[in-house]
């Protein structure tokens, strides 16, 4: 049975950077067309984690969802500091979140 994917090198780099633009994408999508205000994402590798947190700088994401998108990224390595400070900046961006649209 032939293996179905990239090569390697640049092909697999090619391809785990799309794939990873189309899960950002579909992610965005869903969380706007159902109103989402929390949304956490599971990835194995640590490089597409930190890739996801970055998604707020990307130009495209700021003019389409300005002041609505907050991200960050963990990882298991992380002190237990620093995951309750991204874990609490999560919380407060989103109940003041609620309390904008709620007024």
Do not use: I
Not at 5 to 30: D, F, N, S, W
Not at 69 to 85: A, C, F, K, M, Q
């Amino acid at each position: 049975m032939a293996c179905v994917g990239p090569g390697t090198g640049r092909e697999v780099e090619a391809y785990r950077g799309a794939r990873l633009a189309a899960l950002q994408t579909g992610m965005l999508k869903l969380a706007w067309e159902h109103d989402l205000r929390r949304v956490l994402t599971f990835h194995h590798r640590t490089m597409e984690a930190k890739a996801f947190g970055k998604l707020r700088k990307s130009p495209a994401v700021a003019k389409r969802y300005p002041g609505r998108l907050s991200t960050d990224w963990l990882s298991g390595e992380h002190e237990p500091e620093r995951r309750r400070r991204v874990l609490g900046a999560l919380s407060a961006w989103t109940s003041c979140t609620a309390a904008r649209r709620s007024a």
